[in-house]
């Protein structure tokens, strides 16, 4: 177990260090962000200050070993743009994110796992039918055209809903939506088959011969055994739709992560770019870590095969 | 086995506790071209305080024929036809919401894995009551307190902090024991036992034979047990079902199918017991496969694999005949006419 929770922990820092070198050398791949910082028309002698100001003019293994060095202290550096260290742009930005979050896995919850239900009840029937549609749409549609739509309906057409920006609850319905159609349709997903599972266990025949109604077998015995699999989906979820927002909180100018990596790509702000990219990774890799050793407690079979 | 021959004054006057009467179910696939006569033309009478053992290949109706009893079949499973009276009173043409009020209240059931039968997440206390608050609206505390007792009946040692434990902290003898306790909650007249003790080991086995038997007497229940094991039948039954691709093959009381197996698949069935006392003799097994229930040939089902097969049988379907009082079969063998051509006067 140990050896196999050892194992785990390399892989994870292995893929940090081959994350945070692929994101530092695409990122320089996007240009030169002395141009952009420099004023229209402004010498070659005031880009190469700006450059030598940022570093930028060292060559690049150099310049990477240096973002280690501080990154394993604990630094991200400064933005370019902002002039203020990576980490502290990123937690002034954290809270709108996990309030975008927040109300779209709570969308996705609430309606995943009851349309999940009925389609499971209903197997084969129309709710069924309805529930694969609008799960096959979820699971497919971009959200940036969901976005877009939705923008284009309920605030162009219909003028209920402001179309972007942040400050009120309408302001959160539609990214909230956006951001939550692909969750929920894969929570529903989850949650049907999960009660299909159950549903055909022993113990739902043994309530349903104790005489119990229909409701109360399905609301009782099958509804808290199928919802084990969804919560553990659905936490890991939660640390992705953080760091999957960018797309949303562009689309809707949501100040959250999403937009200052998208706004980081744009200026070619570099620290802000890598910060965001391995903050975010980082949380994927410790969730995903998280999960292998739990699973690797409660299911003897994963550790053999490690 | 002399228990057997009923006080027939009494179950005159009064209707018997169980009749079935030519109970058909059968499954029929989604696209209605497969057609599984799992229960067909099925009948069979039950008093209380007596246990009727059901036996049988796997897939010959037995565990179907149970959850016909209680209206639980499968979506594709439909009674086609036939009555069920309990008391009297025919449960086939009732409506779901009464027949929900009869599961667990009037008929209980013993299912065959306890491992899985028990709801992992809810305590024993919790599901033992709960057909006590479902039945006879009782509350909370006084389900909690009639738990206890019901696991005591049960020979179920400290019940007061069993009730609170959950399935996972109990062996297999003891969940099946729990679920026995579930069976008899409301103090059902009739319980049906499905293979209960296939999963536990033998001593195990042998202590919830016992059990049971001690609640049928204490209770004067009706008792369907389900098995393939024939010794077990001996041992619980006073009277015995055979079934084969769906129908009752053959039934009697116990001592006297034993002694006089008129169905030759009865015969094999016994033939193939292992006894301690003819430990030199050969154990036969019956030759061949059973048939595909969705594809019967005509005739009997049996026909392919009897030994005894004449022309007869492979193209006309055997009715129900009475080899002897109390016996019924259904074979060419016994038919009055083979047997008046036959040896027999």
Redesign the interface.
Known sequence: MKQFIARRIGYSLLSLLLLSLTIFLFIRLTGDPASLLAEPGASAADIAAIQKKFGLDQPVWYQYIYFMGNLLRGDLGESFYYQTPVLELYLSRLPNSLLLASVAMSFSLLLGIPTGILAAVRVGRFWDTVGKFFALLGLSLPSFLVGLLLILFFSVYLEWLPSSGSGGFLNLLMPAFALGWYFAAAHMRLTRSSMLEVMGSEYIKLARLKGLPEFKVIAKHAFKNALIPVMTLAGINLINMINVAVVVETVFAWPGIGRLLYEGISFRDFPIVQGVVIIGGSMIVAVNLLVDIVYAFVDPRIRLEA | MLNSTRNSASSDVMPPLLELRNLSTHYVSASGSRVVRAVDDVSLTLHAGDTVGIVGESGSGKSSLALTL?R?LPPAGRIVSGQMLLDGDDLVPKPE?EM??????KI??I???PM???????TIGDQVG??LR??EGASRSSAWKRAIGLLKSVRIPSPETRVTQYPHEMSGGMRQRI?GA?GISCEPRLLIADEPTTSLDLTIQLQYLNLLRDLQKEHNLGLIFITHNLGIVAKMCNFLAVMYAGKMVESGPVSQVFNNPAHPYTEALLSSIPRMTENRRRLTAIEGQPPDMSNLPPGCAFAARCPRAFDRCRTEEPPVFTPAPGQTARCWLVAPESRATGAVS
């Open positions: 209680l639980v919401n929900r009020r009869i599961r667990g209240k209980g059931m299912l065959q894995d899985a039968s028990l709801n992992p997440l809810f709960e057909p479902e039945h679920v579930i």
